[in-house]
């Protein structure tokens, strides 16, 4: 016998307000990821959007082999690619309007050059050189965020401070399946379907948070079904499929700017590179699991579909290959020269108004640098 089933026990009456939602039904995902490419509907698809989709592909992959190659040439301190994902990040960056906002993670350089960052200021971060190599305000694009997950509930304060506003913007932020183990995660997500502010959510389950699995990081179905506890409609799609993500997420953006509250998506992808440079990732996978997801290649499945509408010859994909290789070529001769760094900028846009540690800390170093230029001075003339 429980408590309640005790005779005389209390039975509280809860007030009508207790359930904010009655029916889960409309918030569940899919059972299988959504997919597009290769059937009918994808024959009635905007076709230079396709091309587009395409072109920026094909650049996207070239950026993330060329950006790792300059990691082992010393010109990067590290590089996590996004080599196999180029769909998820691409069709982020195109869902959204010049206005709204992109927040994305450490892996999301690509999104943010798709997004109009230039290609080695999208890599400053990663080389060292300073906070963030861009002005997220002329972008809109947020600094790259490497703690995981902390940029979420960042996009839900703009979010919903743009709601307050009258603003018609929208922020979707941009995290992988281990960011959502985190606290930043949850609070992230319970706040915007509070608010209801207009934020979309899109997760890029990769298979792995760097070394571990999804299955031991979650029991739930899927990451999408995740949002049914927070009160907001969960999308599970085929992160290779570049046309399905970029309609689930042009479908969540419009939803968040029409006044509907956010969407949480997951993307199904794969990490076909090691988690970064620093990683072996022959000590937690096989590379036959990696060999059956090359043949799920974004790009692969985007080139088969065009060529299928006739949308796509070999000179339109030579021009792709060759755009993409100019582009390669910049970056490398650009990344390849010093950069002229003053010690200073350290303590520049970290406070609108400095602190006074700040003050202190950066009148110590200017009087160090003095001192060794002095030195420096002193030994030239003997």
């Known amino acids: 016998m429980t408590v309640l089933e005790q005779p005389g026990s209390y039975h509280p009456v809860p007030p009508p307000s207790w359930r904010p939602r009655v029916d889960p039904a409309p918030l569940l995902p899919d059972e299988e990821p959504y997919r597009l490419l290769g059937t009918s509907a994808a024959r009635t698809a905007d076709p230079g959007l ?57 892996r999301d350089t690509l999104a943010a050059v798709a997004r109009g960052i230039d290609p080695v200021q999208a890599l400053t971060l990663l080389r060292g050189d300073w906070h963030t190599g861009y002005d997220p305000y002329a972008h809109r694009v947020a600094p790259l965020c490497t703690p995981l997950a902390t940029q979420l509930p960042h996009a839900v304060g ?61 029991a739930a179905p899927s990451l ?87 949308l796509l010859d070999d000179a339109t994909a030579e021009a792709a290959r060759e755009a993409a290789e100019r582009m390669a070529a910049d970056l490398r001769a650009r990344m390849n020269q010093d950069p002229a760094l003053d010690p200073m900028d350290l303590f520049a846009h970290v406070y609108a108004e400095p602190t006074r540690q700040l003050r202190e800390q950066a009148e110590q170093l200017r009087a160090e640098l003095d001192a060794a230029g002095h030195e420096d001075e002193g030994e030239g003339r003997q």
């Open 50 to 106: 396709l091309q587009r989709l395409h072109a920026e592909l094909v650049r996207g992959r070239r950026y993330n082999t060329q950006a790792t190659a300059l990691t082992r040439q010393g010109r990067l301190a590290v590089y996590p690619s996004s080599t196999g994902q180029e769909a998820c990040q691409v069709a982020a960056a195109l869902a959204l309007e010049e206005r709204d906002w992109l927040f994305p993670s450490y």
């Open 158 to 218: 703009l979010a919903h401070a743009a709601r307050l506003k009258g603003d018609d913007v929208v922020a979707l932020a941009m995290v992988g399946d281990g960011g959502t183990s985190e606290g930043d995660f949850h609070e992230a997500l319970n706040f915007a379907a509070v608010w209801q502010a207009p934020v979309v959510f899109l997760v890029q389950n990769n298979g792995f948070a760097i070394s571990v699995p999804l299955a031991k990081q979650t």
């Open 224 to 310: 999408a079904h995740k949002a049914i506890g927070y009160g907001m409609p969960g999308r599970l799609v085929d992160g290779n499929d570049a046309l399905a993500v970029h309609e689930v997420l042009d479908q969540a953006v419009r939803h968040a700017r029409a006044g509907g509250g956010p969407t949480l998506v997951e993307a199904v992808t794969y990490r076909i590179e090691a988690h970064t440079n620093a990683d072996d990732a022959t000590r937690y996978r096989p590379e036959s699991e990696v060999e059956e997801w090359r043949a799920h290649d974004p790009i692969a499945l985007l080139e088969r579909e065009l060529r299928d509408q006739g």
